[in-house]
């Protein structure tokens, strides 16, 4: 009889994210493990929780009953050290973005395998070293980007790949959330923060792993005033510009807008929209247009929206009867545990390294692969950071003369390097 296969995980932080995405998988894993040729039955078991405060785990210990694995919870300073001497394998972190790095650095310090939600870190230097510890310590690093298995955005990287769509020459994205995403859910984080590195983050590495160029220029601009004080360094919107360079010599401008103050009665959770231009074609995409609209009295548009994505993550009474919660959303969690077993769990042991190379190569959310978009992100908080101290206008540039991200200010011959290294 073959021995029981196990995969007991960790969880840092437990706010909207993990309510939506993590615990569905967790619960959905608990009752029917996962199952593959290549590795097996394996159980993944929630054994371990870190949160600041454990008010949250101990409201879903009570309500959870049997359908989680039992788990320990841990509160306070040290509650990632604590969870990571628990016996964990991987860890998941889902905390405020700006908290992801120091999180990251201790599961991968303690040889776990990593899945992080987007943005991975803020700054290249951070990336850098959580790659070389994922590289020292021979384990999974990985970042959360779920909009890239929606299956319209699947779509059209097919057609791209396959030269159905030709050369790629420009792109609009938005993405506006209610306020209560800024002024409820989100509110312990709000401070100093903006939109567009939660928010637009998913574009961003959508347009760098569809459209694969050399980033060169990064453009940005926000607005301020409604979450907070209009001179300070919160934002409420910004529109950023990425321009890429391709093989063929031409470039693509990429404008991508991004909002947490759209009014709460708007009859969608979000307002998404893209469009990109090609040689020979057109895509538009729009998420609620693509979808349902419903209306229920004294529900909708506030406790319950009328247009509803069920791709992301929905809840369905499966026509078997069943009660299933499913969607790309937590689809993207499955696959991540799948390949910590498939490393784990899916060979002989003398064969672990090539098995762990081989889901490195995995671009769509390997850390190593994150350059990029990360690279967008620390341009972008520069600008904005610019922009709050007076200076307006300012541009990075990427892999120049002077450095692998330079800052540019207009009529100034000074320039400011972000980051020294390739990016």
Known sequence: MASKKNINAGMVGMGMIFDETYRPFF??????????????????????????????????????????????????????????????????????????YEASKKVLEAGKHLIVEKPSVLTMQQLDELVTLAEEKNVLAKVVYHKLLDPDHKKLRTLYADNILSHVNSGYCTLLEPKLISGSQFSEWITGRNPGTYVAVHYIKLIDFSFPGKL???????????????????????????????????????????????????????????????????WNGHSRKRGVECTVEDKTPITMKNSINNHYNGSFLEPWGERSQRGYGIEVIERFAREVSYVEHGGEDSERANRLNEMNQLDYNNLSADRQTVAVVQALEAILEKQAQGIPDTVVRINDSNGGLVLYTPGSSDHEVLYDGEV
């Open 27 to 100: 619960e959905s894993a608990h009752k029917d493990g996962l199952y593959d040729r290549q590795f097996g039955d394996v159980s993944v078991n929630l054994s371990a929780v870190a949160t600041r405060t454990g008010s949250r785990a101990e409201k879903y210990q009570a309500i959870a009953g049997g359908k989680v694995h039992p788990f320990e919870s841990f509160a306070g300073d040290d509650a990632v050290d604590q969870m990571l001497q628990s016996g964990i394998d991987l860890a998941c972190v889902a905390t405020p973005d700006d908290r992801h």
């Open 216 to 282: 060169k220029t990064v453009m940005a601009t926000g607005q301020r005033g409604i979450v907070a004080e209009k001179d300070s360094n919160t934002w409420d919107s910004c529109q950023l510009r990425m321009i890429y360079e391709y093989d063929s010599g031409r470039e693509a401008a990429f404008d991508i807008h991004t909002s947490w103050v759209t009014p709460d009665n708007f009859p969608g959770y979000v307002e998404q929209e893209v469009q990109f231009r090609f040689d020979n074609g057109l």
